[in-house]
């Protein structure tokens, strides 16, 4: 048996930690392991709780003389799940081990996803570069002296460099948000201006995809933000709805403030998104329909900015939708304080 403190220092550890005799019976558990083991009971044999060969391997070695021992323990079902378990022999007459339980899901969960952004943003690249190498090809080669043929393969290889340019540009602004993370910005603006001037600026591809743009009148509105970071979250979220729900034929901002925050609403009556894609919606790369968006320039980075930026100055964003009926966009950000 291990002394009072000692067990409450074990109590305390978040991670799962577990002692067994020399039998291998378990005699000391922590709050931590007998949630991971729902079977797990003081002076039964620990291999009732876990079947898994490498780790009752690794505590017989303990058991058996060795000092440590360390392993992995991977489980698909009912959950998937990944450990990193050590075996540590515990001094004393008789042979004792404790068993240490790391969870490795969230750093696995965090490689997978570094591996599949670095995946994405390539391939991202990847289409439009070879586009525009093949249009060097054909014009240092069979179209060289073909003027018009020039002219059209020119504005083809601008679109596409200017796609690669803004695929970029989007990249470097979410690794900006990222690092700011822990600052919040705290800039006094006045976010009735500033969807004016937002609306002013793309009023012209409203034009052009025959939506109205309407901006609810509202007095100003101050926000504490940083002006550039909502500049490109709310002109990415009116974009979208100009390009996605041009369809309804109009698109509607406006402001309203509650609880201490402004809430700023970006409406469309669209083909609205289904709810099986509205959870997955912000993640990087995500889009409904990668084939339209590509043919409209989108990259799928945009809802993962806006997400961020709200983050950044903790608000949050809302979506909501039903197929068929719209979508709504909403970004709470907090107000302006005195003092702030
Ligand atoms: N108002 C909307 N109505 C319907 N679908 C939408 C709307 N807004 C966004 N979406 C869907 O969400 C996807 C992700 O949007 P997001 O802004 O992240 O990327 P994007 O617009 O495709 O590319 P980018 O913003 O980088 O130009 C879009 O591709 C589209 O399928
Ligand atoms: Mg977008």
Redesign the pocket.
């Known amino acids: 048996m291990i002394d009072v403190s000692a067990l409450a220092l074990l109590e305390t550890a978040p991670d799962p930690l577990v002692i067994v005799d020399v039998r291998g019976h378990v005699t000391e558990a922590n709050g931590a392991a007998r949630a991971l083991f729902p079977g797990l009971q003081n002076g039964r044999p620990f291999a009732f709780a876990i079947r898994n060969p490498a780790v009752l391997d690794a505590i017989n070695a303990v058991l058996a003389g060795e000092a440590i021992r360390e392993t992995e323990w991977e489980e698909r079902r009912p959950v998937e799940r990944a450990y990193y378990v050590r075996v540590a022999a515990l001094g004393g007459q008789a042979a004792r081990a404790l068993l240490a339980f790391r969870d490795l899901s969230e750093a696995r969960r965090i490689e997978a996803m570094r591996v599949d952004f670095i995946a994405n943003a390539s391939h991202e690249l990847r289409t439009p570069l070879a586009s525009v190498l093949g249009f060097i090809e054909t014009l240092q080669g069979p179209a060289r002296d073909d003027a018009k043929a020039r002219e059209r393969f020119l504005a083809i290889m601008q679109t596409q460099a200017q796609r690669m340019a803004r695929l970029i540009d ?1 990249l470097l602004s979410l690794s900006r948000v990222e690092m700011r993370e822990h600052q919040t910005p705290s800039d006094k603006l006045d976010l009735t201006a500033l969807i004016q001037q937002i609306g002013d600026g793309l009023r012209p591809l409203a034009a052009e995809r025959a939506v109205t743009l309407e901006i609810a009148p509202c007095d100003p509105v101050m926000v504490a933000g940083d002006r550039d970071e909502l500049l490109r979250a709310i002109e ?1 979220l009116v974009e ?2 100009i ?3 041009a369809s309804g034929g109009k698109v509607l901002i406006s402001i309203e403030t509650q609880r201490g925050q402004a809430v700023l609403s970006v409406q ?1 009556w ?4 289904s709810p099986d894609h509205l959870p997955r ?1 912000t993640e990087r790369f ?4 990668v084939a ?2 590509r043919d409209k ?8 900015l806006v997400k961020h930026i709200a983050a950044h100055h903790r608000g949050k964003l809302q979506i909501e ?1 039903r197929k068929g009926e719209g ?1 709504t ?1 909403r970004l709470a950000l907090p107000l302006y304080q005195q003092g702030d």
Do not use: H, M, Q, W
Not at 298 to 304: E, F, I, M, Q, R
């Open positions: 989007d990415n979208n709805a390009k996605y729900g469309d669209g083909p609205g998104i919606l995500y889009r409904v329909d339209e968006s320039g989108g990259t799928g980075l945009g809802l993962a939708s979508a966009f």
